[in-house]
């Protein structure tokens, strides 16, 4: 008989909340809920996030939706989401878009249950490569990769031309975390098109979007051809990834990277290491999680300085002040930016370009002694909405104001009121990876470029289970040169920036 439940003695798969929520009748829901439908009427299947975000606005700090019989509960409310990072009663649940990413990544870090022996090991063998010595390491890489980028941000400008921002963020993101960690190079930068690497995850990440917006007996129907195009892409993220993993076994060893520590470290205490399956599902994870959402948190940041030339002055100012002319800023210099830091956590406020994550209960409790749980009933954190709290970010939440991350402001919010890296020890490992990317590229095209905006441009954002503005073009335009011919700028009359 085939197993219903897991290791850990739960339901095996879909956990709808009627089975763990006994009080979800005082949830509220949004109105025209249709028999077997669920709350469909004016949702797009295209814009899951963005629709829950306006839900969250009518329905409050706690809410649920149902898709097609599967019901889910959505928490964003500062004192709820502070209630579920407490771990000795709540974990990750793997669950939904995260699960429905298992046939790609399996047992890798990010998708791994938390009951996986495989992510202990991982994670204590892989935590090491993400130390300060280590990251210390991977930056003169990082710059090496944003060279790439200048190179081509300066002919775009010398010619006049707009750049594609998320197009050429991916490019750098993607070849700064292949070469830092596993010693390849894809040639992003060489390349018109993205590399198949790229086209392959956007498929598969669509894919697992999508799987939650069709009802489950419906899906070999109704996503046939999308399900055997999805096949095809991870079997091609597959080969792309067994190809480095060769290289690297035919060629020794590299400098210590991840991927050195996947192939080549025992764990310290139980001397156990990864098997060639899992460092296969732990390239994939560490290749598409550590440059997909940093890509967006750059192009988000670029939109918001190009709308806010003061914003963009004052980075700049910092930038020329601490790193001078420099031809090549080195690792402490970095973390000195610390404005354009604030610029990056803003934009990451507004936008976390991993929008949501998934929290369960480990036995039976109560969320904020209000809504009772049983074991292994969850929701999902909208963090988006949890950043526009306005108990806690006040009436003007949608102003983009990187002052509210200056250390007072800071210390004067409550704890676990920004979780863009999510929470506990299944947090972001590559936090500090990602932040020291993004703040290091930012202060490069501050000091080189002038950023014009695109007349007319709107923030639409794209949803792909992480978010990415779509369509965002860019002016780059060399300081201390002349200005090239280009239609007017609209910089600096950003409305509130919800599409
Ligand atoms: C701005 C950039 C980034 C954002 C917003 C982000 C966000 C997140 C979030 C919210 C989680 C928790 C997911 C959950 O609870 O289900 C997570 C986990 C993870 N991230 Fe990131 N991330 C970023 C960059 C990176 C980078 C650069 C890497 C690798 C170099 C990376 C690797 C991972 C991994 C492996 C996990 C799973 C950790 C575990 O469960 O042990 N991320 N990230």
């Known amino acids: 008989m085939a197993e219903t439940t897991t290791r ?31 709350d469909i009427v004016g949702a797009s299947r295209h814009t899951p996030l963005q629709d829950s975000l306006k839900y969250a606005d009518t329905l409050g ?23 579920l990072a407490d771990e000795s009663r709540f974990a990750k649940h793997v669950g939904l878009g995260v699960a429905n990413l298992r046939p790609v990544a399996g ?13 202990q090991l991982a994670h204590d063998v892989l935590a090491p490569g993400f130390s300060r010595e280590a990251m210390a390491g991977y930056h003169p890489m990082m710059l090496a990769v944003a060279e790439r980028l200048t190179e081509h941000w300066d002919r775009a400008a010398a010619g006049g031309r707009p750049v594609d921002v998320p197009g050429d963020m991916t490019k750098l993101t993607l070849e700064t975390i292949a070469r830092t960690g596993f010693g390849h190079d894809f040639g992003s930068f060489e390349r018109v098109r993205p590399h198949p690497f790229v086209t392959a995850m956007i498929g598969t990440l669509t894919y697992a979007q999508r799987l939650n917006s069709v009802p489950a007996p419906l899906t070999p129907l109704l996503l046939r051809r999308a399900s055997r195009r999805n096949a095809a892409d991870i079997a091609h993220l597959n080969r792309i990834v067994d190809e480095v993993v060769r290289v690297r076994r035919a060629g020794g060893r590299g400098d210590g990277d991840l991927l050195d520590r996947m192939l080549e470290t ?25 440059h997909e959402t940093t890509s967006g948190a750059l192009s988000f940041a670029l939109h918001y300085l190009s709308r806010e030339p003061g914003v963009a002055a004052r980075a700049r100012a910092e930038v020329d002040r601490v790193w001078g002319d420099t031809p090549a800023p080195g690792y402490e210099q970095v973390a000195k930016l610390r404005y354009v830091r604030r610029v990056l956590d803003e934009s ?49 939440a949608e102003r983009f104001d990187p002052d509210r991350f200056d ?13 863009p890296f999510g929470t506990g020890a299944r947090a972001c490992i590559g936090r500090q990876f990602a932040l020291h990317e993004a703040t290091l590229v930012l202060g490069l095209l501050l000091r080189r470029y002038e950023l014009r905006a695109e007349p007319g441009y709107r923030l639409r954002v794209t949803e792909r289970l992480t978010l990415m503005p779509e369509g965002l073009r860019l ?3 060399r300081r201390g040169t002349a200005r090239p011919a280009m239609p007017e700028s609209t910089g600096g009359d950003e409305k509130p920036t919800r599409p």
């Open 8 to 38: 850990t003695g739960l339901p095996k798969g879909f956990r709808s909340a009627e089975q763990g929520w006994p009080g979800l009748h005082r949830i509220p829901h949004p109105p025209y809920r249709l028999p077997l439908l669920g």
């Open 61 to 83: 700090p706690i809410f649920r939706r149902n898709a097609f019989g599967k019901e889910f509960v959505f928490t964003w409310g500062t004192g709820l989401v502070a209630d």
């Open 107 to 119: 047992d890798g870090l990010f998708t791994a249950y938390n009951h996986e022996p495989n992510w």
């Open 266 to 290: 025992a764990h310290p205490e139980t001397g156990e290491r990864l098997s060639a399956e899992n460092v296969r599902r732990q390239v994939i994870t560490f290749l598409v999680a550590g």
């Open 348 to 396: 990451l406020r507004l936008w976390p370009t991993a929008p949501a994550y998934a929290r369960e209960a480990t036995r039976d409790t109560v969320l904020a002694d209000e809504h009772p749980m049983r074991r292994g009933a969850w929701t999902l954190v909208l963090t988006p909405m949890l950043h526009r709290d306005p108990e806690v970010w006040g009436a003007e």
């Open 407 to 419: 250390a007072q402001a800071v210390r004067s919010r409550p704890p676990h009121a920004f979780k």
């Open 475 to 477: 002016w780059p335009e």
